[in-house]
């Protein structure tokens, strides 16, 4: 499975591996699978609403192709956040062809908040709506 791909063109469409977006609000789910549609990248995008499904699905495709290249992780959730979450992930090393990338995507933009998700390894911290412009501009830097 290639790595993510680097684009330049703030107009042009992306290629990258699996998807995997975690997020409660449902709302929010269907807007990001809807902006990964209108990219060409709809077929690749599989959501869950809670971190312990997000968790059972990177159990079950470890170690195969649809082990996803990009986790993108709402924060603020009930039962356990994003960052329980990322600290379980961590702990089960869990891999696939490429380490994904795990970009934070959260209304909220508190320094806390993003100094604590980069401790554990974010990539990027992004903050909601999700737009296409924040997905080629953070492909494109990674």
């Known amino acids: 499975m290639p790595a993510l791909k680097k684009i330049n063109s703030p107009g042009a ?3 990258v591996g699996e998807i995997l977006v975690i997020d409660d ?15 060409g990248m709809g077929s690749k995008v599989t959501t869950a609403t809670s971190a312990s499904e ?12 649809k082990f996803p290249e990009l986790i993108l992780l709402d924060i603020r959730m009930p ?3 994003g960052f329980g979450f ?8 869990l891999t696939g062809p490429v380490e994904p990338k795990v970009v934070v995507l959260s209304y909220y933009g508190s320094r806390t908040y993003q100094e604590r ?3 554990l390894g974010v990539a990027a911290y992004l903050l ?3 737009t296409k412009e924040k997905v080629l501009d953070f492909i494109s830097l990674n």
């Open 54 to 65: 997000a968790l059972k699905v990177l159990k079950e495709r470890a170690g195969t192709a």
């Open 13 to 15: 469409t992306v290629d």
């Open 79 to 81: 039962e356990e956040d």
């Open 25 to 39: 609000d449902t709302s929010s789910l269907y807007l990001i699978q809807d902006l990964f549609q209108s990219m």
């Open 117 to 119: 998700a980069s401790r």
């Open 86 to 93: 990322l600290e379980k992930m961590g702990k089960l090393k």
């Open 128 to 130: 909601k709506p999700l």
